[in-house]
Antibody
């Protein structure tokens, strides 16, 4: 069974940093591209970042460029999101999602809540 | 605002057919596949339709997708109370080099 389990969320002060993790199981992690998608409270889905299976390609939404860094460790079946210079606008549930062509985001984790507040 | 445009709400009575539209541009829907996700209250999104009109296994054939030019739509026939959820369209945007989502449509079953 495919499982994606996010962790690392919590309360952080404005300007602070946080590192999210996504533990994958039930599939060959190293062969899939992965993404982070977030959802602010009461708002819609917003794509955050993409990383290819071998980490050779990464993409970021414009509002995250220069502040967020996506990475993965295929040996540990894990996906990461390093978030820096956080603002209140980054408060959201962060989901990791497995991507496959042509089926898109076929599996999602349960999400981890990040709250940026003083 | 979102790159893809959806109506914020839709509604129908049990058994009815409802459609949800999704409008984009040549850099996203016009040149790439459209995906639809269903998000039940308090849960993570779930893939509903991929590659414009394909259903993953387990998704009832009451759900169908279509695409024409720079627009797409999701149709739900034989509406059921358990269909009450938020629905999002998505596509890859070649100009932005990233995925874009619609703002979401809240479906209410009256």
């Amino acid at each position: 069974e495919v499982q994606l389990v996010e962790s690392g969320g919590g309360l952080v002060q404005p300007g602070g940093s946080l590192r999210l993790s996504c533990a994958a199981s039930g599939f060959t992690f190293s062969t899939y591209s992965m993404n982070w998608v977030r959802q602010a409270p009461g708002k819609g889905l917003e794509w955050v970042s993409y990383i290819s299976s071998s980490s050779t390609t990464t993409h970021y939404a414009d509002s995250m460029k220069g502040r967020f860094i996506i990475s993965r460790d295929n040996a540990k079946n894990s996906l990461y999101l390093q978030m820096n210079s956080l603002t209140a606008e980054d408060t959201a549930v962060y989901y990791c999602a497995r991507e496959m062509v042509p089926t898109g985001f076929s599996y999602w984790g349960q999400g981890t809540l990040v709250t940026v507040s003083s | 605002q979102s790159v893809l445009t959806q109506p914020p709400s839709a509604s129908g009575t049990p058994g009815q057919r409802v459609t949800i539209s999704c409008s984009g541009s040549s850099s996203n829907i016009g040149s790439n596949s459209v995906y639809w996700y269903q998000q039940l209250p308090g849960t993570a999104p779930k893939l509903l339709i991929y590659t414009n009109n394909q259903r993953p296994s387990g998704v009832p054939d009451r759900f169908s997708g279509s695409k024409s030019g720079t627009s797409a739509s999701l149709a739900i026939s034989g509406l059921r109370s358990e269909d009450e959820a938020d629905y999002y369209c998505a596509a890859w945007d070649g100009s932005l080099s990233g995925w874009v989502f619609g703002g979401g449509t809240k479906l209410t079953v009256l």
